[in-house]
């Protein structure tokens, strides 16, 4: 079993910042592929931004240049940084890690609003 603990959601304003934390626990000894999925009003889930196996990103085109993954000092951690935040991000993201099953975190509100 693994567990995802995201932390960093609230409320920000257009043009505005937000971080998000995602901690993983458990059995995860070999990562495949980590990182961020949203859920927007009347959409699908979809991809944010990931490490994959090999170590690189990818990003989706409506965030990339104003989104950054990066790891902590421990591979089991990820955060997302998010800069000039439009009220299209708006939505329920998700933290994600592929360790032969995929397992999801409980999402964290993000809400940009003036």
């Known amino acids: 079993q693994v567990q995802l603990v995201e932390s960093g959601g609230g409320l920000a304003q257009p043009g505005g910042s937000l971080r998000l934390s995602c901690a993983a626990s458990g059995n995860i000894y070999h990562i495949l592929r980590m990182g961020w999925y949203r859920q927007t009003p009347g959409n699908q889930r979809e991809l944010v931004a990931v490490f994959t196996t090999s170590g690189s990103t990818n990003y989706a085109d409506s965030v990339r240049g104003r989104f950054t993954i990066s790891r902590g000092n421990a591979e089991n951690t990820v955060y997302l940084q998010m800069n000039s935040l439009k009220p299209e991000d708006t939505g329920v993201y998700y933290c994600?890690?592929?360790?032969?099953?995929?397992?999801w975190g409980k999402g964290t509100l993000v809400t940009v609003s003036a």
């Open positions: 994600n890690v592929l360790v032969g099953i995929s397992y």
